[in-house]
């Protein structure tokens, strides 16, 4: 049977023939494992005629690309997202219990794709479906590592890592490109001959690709996800292997691989590593390649290129192919200097995610020039000439022995753009004042949003189904219409069957943690979810500081009517950043030791869930309450996980950081839990001397939480076991922990008492999703297309 009529026959059926003719499996002997498979390739088959559509349209209309270079996809499952999007949830799950087996395990058995560490990959897959939605022409380019973010487990309450191994099962969704690949040289020396001047690498790899489909909303049009893996040049070496060196005849091919291999771990800090610029490079100029390559089957004046392409740099990892599109444009392609840097400049946008001294990317010049001698000449050349140009500049991407990329990527764009308002206002004013100064229209804001696809329609099915049957259709594509919910929350009736929704998901993730913990939650208490890395700045100590302080109160007054709360913990910690990891481990402890008291029995529970993935964040959001965003003010760039709690019904307890500010202004204050020191009292506190122990010793409720940590109370036998926390909190304390302690203890009070009105705080959720349709994706990607890349939807609206 030809691939277009299997398109076109029964959905069973075509589960069925890829069963057989695909997967070479008995029906009678078939596995969830190979249902799900079958059912990958009977979806894939209807994504593929629209994905060539696209393309085709795409290369038609001659319209202006948009390449989004990112060092992470964070994209999770794919086989619901495509399902769903397609519209065949109805009948693929209908073929699938016909066939005698449960849906949710089948979707279920797909592995994540874990190619991100966080929120700066997670953005990249929202955005992704979001510029498949919006039909916006459009590339994605990064790495296709082998073995994406690292599994966690728990070992006595310590993070224990393994390695994650999602390609050893097949992975339906990608197409290999063996015909497309590109050669990559590293290292060598730079000549001058004929006034021309040469890049002579002194070793190669290959960037082969790896072309995923992206499907947007309605299936209306698909775009491409490209990810390069590393292979050698000769992969084989057989004088060695006839020599009988079998290990060298391999050891090419060994290298070039290593450099798609893993995902560095890392987020937040930055470790100027060889391997980890190599891999930079390598996508980045594979990536740079394939533009140009596109872009010349149907142009010759690469002076055009800024018209026909637009470059968005995902963060600095991929600051290199700014120096790289230079280097081919003057090098290769004989333009004057000058000119190629204007055209890359016209092609290239940076976005920022971070203003963390310790987080912006540098790299030591000695590293670097062995690497890409001929890039640090041409970064050189452009700051030298841009230092000239403006001779009051002072941050420059040269100096001090070291290349820096955030002030590289700066020169090299468009437009620069942060993440949030506050953050957006925050790059101006200091990590990139002085750029901004010379240059005042390149920054623009763009402030984060998720896809609604994933993040709602999906995820919570209970609430997508209440919101059709509210206003029906539409809101899917068009998140702003949720504001049509808001009158109904003051329907009696409306607000309970809302309320019945959070309970229904409530219950459905008791019973998951049931099952896979063993331990079992009061599906009445206040579920309180924090889930993201384990960073200082995000402060889960103060989290958990706050548990210790409520289960002594609770322990104190054992007759007061404490609201039931059950603390949920979700997250991972970079594997070399030991305080973060201390951190885990006392929350085991105190989890540990709170579970176990029966006097605090169904009152506060403690539950540190492993592995903290898309899949488990897809599980906690519709079933939360309470969204706690408690970075230490004007340190969390924008987060986005704020935006899904809150499109999902829970309520933010929050400082003024990042996008809450922006959900805060839109779901009106008193619908908002806010604490905390704002982002100039943060910085001006940090400046009294001895701000720590003056917020410990004036609190008594925090003195005796950090005392009983100081005692042993969590850790028996061992009190100093956390002597490192507590000392940082006591002492030093530069996130803020102990100052915001006392006023964090306040909001998480009025957060019990509102609960306790369960009409009142449904009525207050409820009023969450109505005004939260403004933080979808496409709202972000518009703003993208409009300020940044002038690039335009190929769909009609
Ligand atoms: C850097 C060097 C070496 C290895 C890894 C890195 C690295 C990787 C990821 C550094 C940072 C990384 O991610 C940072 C991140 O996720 N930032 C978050 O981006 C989100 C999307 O804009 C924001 O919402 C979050 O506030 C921001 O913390």
Redesign the pocket.
């Known amino acids: 049977m030809a691939r277009d009529e299997v398109a076109k026959t029964d959905f069973r059926d075509a589960i069925l023939w890829h069963l057989t003719y695909t997967l070479g499996k008995d029906p009678d002997h078939a596995q969830v494992f190979d249902w799900r498979l079958a059912l990958s390739h009977a979806v894939r088959d209807r994504i593929v005629d629209r994905w060539m559509t696209s393309t085709r349209e795409t290369y038609r209309a001659d319209a202006k690309r948009v390449y989004y270079l990112s ?2 996809f964070l994209i999770g499952r794919l086989l619901e997202d495509n399902i769903v999007n397609l519209q065949l949830a109805d009948q693929a799950q209908a073929a699938i219990e016909g066939f005698g087996l449960n849906w949710r395990e089948v979707l279920l058995d797909e592995p994540d794709a874990a190619l991100g ?5 997670r ?1 990249a897959a929202c955005f992704m479906e979001s510029l498949a939605t919006l039909g916006c022409p459009a590339y994605g380019y990064g790495i296709r590592y082998e073995h994406g973010l690292f599994r966690q487990s728990f070992v006595e309450g310590r993070q224990h890592e393994a390695p994650e191994d999602w390609l050893r099962q097949p992975n339906v969704w990608e197409f290999e490109r063996p015909e497309a690949r590109f050669t990559l040289g590293f290292g060598g020396q730079v000549t001058v001959r004929d006034c021309k001047t040469l890049w002579q690498p002194d070793h190669f790899v290959q960037a082969e690709a790896f072309d995923t489909p992206v499907v947007g909303w309605q299936g209306r049009w698909a775009n491409t996800l490209r990810l390069w893996a590393g292979r050698a040049v000769d992969p084989f070496d057989l004088d060695r292997f006839n020599a009988g060196d079998f290990a060298a005849a391999a050891e090419a091919e060994a290298l070039a691989r290593t450099i798609s291999r893993v995902l ?1 771990p ?3 800090t ?2 100027g590593k060889r391997l ?1 610029l190599t891999q930079e490079y390598f996508f980045s100029a594979a990536s740079i390649r394939d533009i140009i390559r596109r872009f010349e089957q149907d142009h010759t004046d690469l002076r055009l290129l800024p018209q026909r392409v637009a470059i968005q740099m995902n ?1 600095t ?1 991929p600051a290199v192919a700014a120096p790289e599109l230079v280097r081919i444009l003057h090098d290769e392609r004989g333009l004057p200097f000058d000119e190629a840097v204007e055209i890359t400049r016209g092609c290239v946008n940076y976005t920022n ?2 203003l963390l001294p310790e ?1 912006l ?1 540098s790299w030591d010049e000695g590293l670097f020039g062995d690497l890409l001698p001929r890039h640090l000449q041409i970064i050189d050349r452009i700051d030298d000439q841009d230092a000239r140009a403006h001779p009051d500049r002072r941050n420059t991407a040269r100096g001090d022995g070291k290349v820096r990329m955030g002030e590289l990527s700066f020169i090299m764009s468009h437009r620069v753009n942060g ?1 949030s308002a506050l953050h957006t206002g925050l790059m101006k004013t200091t990590v990139f004042a002085d750029q901004n100064r010379i240059w005042p229209d390149r920054i623009v804001n763009e402030t ?1 949003g998720v896809t609604p696809r994933r993040w709602l329609h999906s995820c919570n099915p209970r609430l997508s189904r209440l919101i059709t049957d509210t206003i029906g259709e539409g809101w899917t594509a068009d998140l702003e219409r949720l504001a049509e919910l808001a009158p109904f929350v003051e329907d009696a009736g409306w607000l309970d069957r809302f309320a019945r929704v959070k309970a229904a998901n409530k219950a459905d993730l008791c019973d998951w943690v049931a099952r896979e913990q063993g331990v079992m939650l009061n599906p009445d208490a206040l579920f309180d979810v924090q889930i993201k890395r384990i960073h200082e700045y995000k402060r889960q100590h103060l989290n958990i500081l706050e548990a210790i302080a409520l289960w002594q109160e609770m322990r104190a007054h054992p007759s007061d009517d404490w609201t039931p709360r059950v603390k949920i913990f979700g997250g991972k910690a970079a594997p070399g950043y030991f305080f973060a990891k201390d951190i885990i481990r006392l929350i085991n402890d105190v989890a540990a030791v709170i579970n176990a008291d029966a006097a605090t029995n169904g009152k506060l529970q403690v539950l540190y869930l492993p592995n903290y993935n898309v899949t488990l964040a897809e599980r906690l959001i519709p079933a939360a309450d309470l969204s706690e965003q408690i970075s230490t003010a004007g340190k ?5 996980g704020n935006m899904k709690f809150a499109l999902n019904g829970a309520l933010t307890i929050g400082t003024l950081d ?1 996008a809450n500010v922006e959900i805060r202004d839109l779901v009106g204050p008193e619908n908002f839990f806010l604490f905390g020191l704002t982002a100039d009292e943060a910085e001006a506190r940090r400046t009294v001397p001895d701000h720590a122990a003056h917020a410990v010793a004036g609190d008594p409720r925090l003195s005796r939480a950090i005392e009983a940590i100081r005692g042993g109370t969590f850790s028996p036998g061992e009190p100093d076991r956390y002597a490192g926390i507590v000392a940082n909190l006591t002492q030093a304390d530069y996130f803020l922990v102990a100052s915001d302690f006392a006023d964090y203890w306040r909001a998480q009070r009025e957060v019990d008492f509102a609960y306790a009105d369960r009409k009142g705080w449904a009525r207050m959720a409820a009023l969450n999703v109505a005004r939260s349709g403004w933080f979808s994706s496409d709202r972000t990607i518009r703003g993208y297309m409009r300020d940044i890349w002038e690039a335009e939807s190929l769909l009609d609206q």
């Open positions: 060092m992470e560490n966080g929120g700066l990959g953005l560095y890392e987020d937040s930055e470790k980890r963060d990892h995610h971070t987080a990317e993440v984060n969390e760039a924008s987060g986005t990042g």
